[in-house]
């Protein structure tokens, strides 16, 4: 190993996406030093498309509307579209990133290979040049869509897969018969990117899925939906009844019916996908039994021929970098109270693993304040410190809602985003409260 340099005044930053900047930003107002790396060559994270790790594809744009997901610190240009592109999202980071000073303290190009706890709680941070630092603690920004979920089947395909993380250009798909397997919203946008090149389209789904219009009478969906508070009760019949007339019944095109509740898991944002089955571009099929050569056995017993299977089959959380006996693992998911602060450590913090309907960018950085606020308090010693540290190693309160999410992976740090950020703010607000130098255990 080579020296390790001494930084332990300072705290470290792994990733500069909107949930490591958001980290750096809180940060920076409350004072607190700390170095920032990142493995590509500047700010944005997946959102950058020439970043090796991305997962952008040339049609992608939000799926939620800008107001829904910007900063409120630092709202979107007015021409922006409502719902903007890929290219426009990684210059609203960079022009985030250089507004509030951020980029001075990154180092690009330079991954963490390795994170390790020495004796005295600090961490040793080995990096890709070479260099080994320490620092007086650690924020894990490195995003939860990097590391693809390849699913196992049975059988040999002998023509093309690919992952959708693989997928840029439809011209991929030229005169081939294709198979997208998932139906989330990346596997209806890149379904609805094939019909335009391809022989033939078929989407493999495993359930079913509520469908949203990215418009309602003229507004982004999510902006109309989000002026009327009402209890979850009747804002799912409300809802479900204008969806109905917008959307119409997707079973009548060979959708599965949802086995789950408005809002229990994400929606499905494409309004083209449902336009395109039914104008017969795309045909529903069911789940894969097995590959045989370039056939596919679908578990209803019908079978088809393929030239490329591109799989939307989803993420999975990785932290390569540090060893598993520091995520405090539940099942698929790192225990960290608020999904960002570990129960027993001071010091070592998870920043925007969290996923709900509508939180937007400012949803992860209220959750980068309360982290910013507790190092500071910490640092300090206050009462505030005390009381979080309490409180964080105690049970989680429940951040669902009310809402009976799917059993699934990808969903196991779902929450409720109005749960959600009131508990963050409230949590915040009680730190407040409490700043001032910590009284003396009896």
């Given at each position: 190993?080579?020296?390790?340099?001494?930084?332990?005044?300072?705290?470290?930053?792994?990733?500069?996406?909107?949930?490591?900047?958001a980290?750096?930003r809180?940060?920076?107002l409350?004072?607190v030093?700390f170095?920032?790396?990142?493995?590509?060559?500047d700010v944005g994270g997946?959102w950058d498309?020439?970043?090796?790790?991305?997962?952008?594809?040339e049609?992608?744009?939000?799926i939620s509307?800008?107001?829904?997901t910007?900063f409120?610190?630092?709202?979107?240009?007015?021409e922006?579209?409502d719902?903007?592109?890929h290219h426009?999202m990684?210059a609203?980071?960079r022009?985030?990133a250089r507004?509030?000073?951020?980029?001075?303290?990154y180092?690009?190009?330079t991954r963490?290979?390795?994170a390790?706890r020495?004796?005295?709680?600090?961490?040793?941070?080995t990096?890709?040049?070479?260099?080994?630092?320490?620092y007086?603690g650690?924020?894990?920004a490195?995003?939860?869509l990097?590391?693809?979920?390849m699913?196992a089947?049975?059988?040999e395909?002998s023509?093309?897969i690919?992952?959708?993380?693989?997928?840029?250009?439809?011209s991929?798909?030229e005169?081939?018969?294709?198979?997208?397997v998932?139906a989330?919203n990346s596997?209806?946008?890149?379904?609805?990117?094939?019909?335009h090149?391809?022989?033939s389209v078929d989407?493999s789904?495993?359930?079913?899925?509520?469908?949203?219009p990215k418009?309602?009478?003229?507004?982004p969906?999510?902006?109309?939906?989000?002026?009327?508070d009402l209890?979850?009760p009747?804002?799912r019949r409300v809802?479900a009844?204008?969806l109905?007339?917008?959307?119409?019944d997707?079973?009548?095109l060979?959708?599965?019916e949802?086995?789950?509740?408005?809002?229990?898991s994400?929606?499905?944002?494409?309004?083209?996908?449902l336009?395109h089955?039914g104008h017969g571009?795309?045909?529903?099929q069911g789940d894969?039994?097995r590959f045989?050569?370039?056939?596919?056995?679908f578990?209803?017993?019908?079978s088809e021929?393929?030239?490329?299977?591109?799989?939307?089959?989803?993420y999975?959380?990785?932290y390569p970098?540090?060893?598993d006996?520091?995520?405090?693992?539940?099942?698929?998911k790192?225990?960290f109270?608020?999904?960002?602060?570990?129960?027993e450590?001071d010091?070592?913090f998870?920043l925007?693993m969290?996923?709900?309907?509508?939180?937007?960018w400012e949803?992860?950085?209220e959750?980068a304040?309360?982290?910013?606020?507790?190092?500071?308090?910490?640092e300090r010693?206050t009462?505030?410190a005390?009381?979080?540290r309490?409180?964080k190693s105690?049970?989680e309160?429940?951040?669902?809602?009310?809402?009976?999410?799917?059993?699934l992976?990808?969903m196991?740090y779902?929450v409720?985003k109005?749960?959600?950020?009131?508990e963050?703010?409230?949590?915040?607000?009680?730190?407040?409260?409490?700043?001032?130098p910590a009284t003396?255990?009896?």
């Amino acid at each position: 190993m080579n020296q390790v340099e001494d930084r332990s005044q300072k705290y470290a930053i792994i990733g500069a996406g909107p949930a490591g900047l958001a980290a750096a930003r809180k940060l920076k107002l409350v004072g607190v030093s700390f170095d920032g790396y990142e493995g590509h060559g500047d700010v944005g994270g997946l959102w950058d498309i020439e970043n090796p790790v991305s997962t952008m594809y040339e049609s992608a744009h939000l799926i939620s509307s800008k107001r829904m997901t910007e900063f409120k610190e630092y709202p979107m240009r007015e021409e922006v579209a409502d719902y903007p592109a890929h290219h426009e999202m990684r210059a609203y980071f960079r022009d985030y990133a250089r507004h509030f000073g951020l980029y001075e303290h990154y180092l690009f190009n330079t991954r963490v290979e390795k994170a390790e706890r020495d004796g005295e709680g600090n961490w040793i941070l080995t990096l890709s040049d070479g260099a080994v630092r320490r620092y007086r603690g650690l924020l894990v920004a490195n995003g939860t869509l990097s590391e693809p979920n390849m699913p196992a089947f049975e059988g040999e395909f002998s023509g093309e897969i690919l992952h959708s993380s693989q997928y840029k250009s439809a011209s991929l798909f030229e005169g081939k018969r294709v198979l997208v397997v998932g139906a989330g919203n990346s596997g209806c946008d890149i379904a609805v990117d094939a019909c335009h090149r391809a022989k033939s389209v078929d989407l493999s789904m495993r359930r079913g899925y509520h469908f949203v219009p990215k418009f309602v009478f003229g507004l982004p969906a999510d902006a109309f939906g989000g002026k009327i508070d009402l209890p979850l009760p009747l804002k799912r019949r409300v809802d479900a009844t204008m969806l109905k007339m917008f959307v119409g019944d997707p079973k009548r095109l060979g959708f599965p019916e949802p086995d789950h509740k408005l809002y229990e898991s994400h929606p499905i944002v494409n309004s083209m996908i449902l336009y395109h089955a039914g104008h017969g571009d795309v045909r529903i099929q069911g789940d894969i039994a097995r590959f045989e050569g370039k056939t596919v056995h679908f578990k209803d017993g019908r079978s088809e021929e393929y030239d490329l299977i591109l799989l939307a089959t989803g993420y999975r959380l990785h932290y390569p970098f540090l060893d598993d006996k520091h995520l405090n693992r539940r099942g698929y998911k790192p225990g960290f109270f608020l999904n960002a602060f570990h129960p027993e450590y001071d010091n070592l913090f998870i920043l925007g693993m969290i996923e709900a309907s509508g939180i937007g960018w400012e949803g992860r950085a209220e959750q980068a304040e309360l982290v910013a606020r507790f190092i500071d308090a910490c640092e300090r010693n206050t009462e505030a410190a005390r009381w979080f540290r309490d409180y964080k190693s105690g049970p989680e309160p429940d951040l669902s809602g009310g809402m009976n999410y799917i059993k699934l992976d990808r969903m196991a740090y779902y929450v409720h985003k109005d749960t959600f950020r009131k508990e963050v703010c409230r949590c915040v607000e009680k730190m407040k409260q409490l700043d001032r130098p910590a009284t003396r255990a009896a």
